[in-house]
């Protein structure tokens, strides 16, 4: 099946720094890629879609300036998290539908754990 | 979408099939089924997808009810690593841009 790959793994940084995690889609084109964030104990929330050569459409109560999402290519989106605080800790995970399956199932990146200190 | 509804929770015997309930009684006709899991840590893995027909892959097997308003998805001989969130979706294979919607799923645990 499609393959997403989703760059760091894991990640910990200081409180005020900025950080960026990769969203790829290794053997499919995808227009449109989908960020979530999962707390523990939590399902998955989305909170923004990405589309490529346009602005990113964010759900209500998430921040765009804190969140930025480029998606600058077909392949590969991104997720800036700027400023970050301990509060934005959390499992953070893309997705992207690969609409030459019959299904047009969605396949998603293996999450990256954010802890901010 | 559709609205599913999950157990929390199940467990099963190491060995044993596995077999995981889920209602969809609003589901309109050009919907799917499709079935994802989550193991700790990691992001969603798919597993299967079906509109009508029972399906079936190397992962499991996907029952759907002739009214397509429940379907089950079987592990046919669970192991340890099975033990995960599995989550059933409802939604159209087209609208391009729209996301894939979770609920809780239910937590399965594969016990020795």
């Known amino acids: 099946g499609a393959v997403v790959s989703q760059h760091p793994s894991r990640v910990i940084c200081k409180s005020g720094t900025s950080v960026k995690i990769e969203c790829r889609s290794l053997?499919?084109?995808?227009?449109?890629m989908f960020w979530y964030r999962q707390f523990p104990k939590q399902s998955l929330m989305l909170m923004a879609t990405?589309?490529?050569?346009?602005?990113?459409?964010?759900e209500q109560g998430v921040e765009k300036d804190k969140f930025l999402i480029n998606h600058a290519s077909l392949t590969l989106s991104t997720l800036t998290v700027t400023s970050a605080h301990p509060e934005d800790s959390s499992f953070y995970i893309c997705?992207?539908?690969?609409?030459?399956?019959?299904?047009?199932?969605?396949?998603f990146g293996q999450g990256t754990r954010l802890t901010v200190v | 979408d559709a609205k599913t509804t999950q157990p929390p929770s199940m467990d099963c015997a190491e060995g044993r099939a596995a077999n995981l309930p889920c209602n969809h009684s609003t589901i309109s006709g050009n919907e799917y089924v499709y079935w994802y899991r989550q193991i700790h840590s990691q992001g969603p893995q798919y597993i299967i997808h079906g509109l009508k027909n029972n399906e079936t892959n190397e992962m499991a097997s996907l029952i759907i009810t002739e009214d397509r308003k429940s379907s089950t998805l079987i592990l046919p001989h669970a192991t340890l690593r099975d033990t995960a969130v599995y989550y059933c979706?409802?939604?159209?294979?087209?609208?391009?841009?729209?996301?894939?919607?979770f609920g809780p799923g239910t937590r399965l645990s594969v016990l020795p």
């Open positions: 990405s589309n490529e050569g346009s602005k990113a459409t964010y």
């Open positions: 979706i409802v939604r159209t294979r087209d609208n391009y841009g729209q996301n894939f919607v």
């Open positions: 053997d499919f084109q995808a227009t449109t």
């Open positions: 997705s992207a539908r690969d609409f030459r399956a019959q299904g047009a199932e969605a396949f």
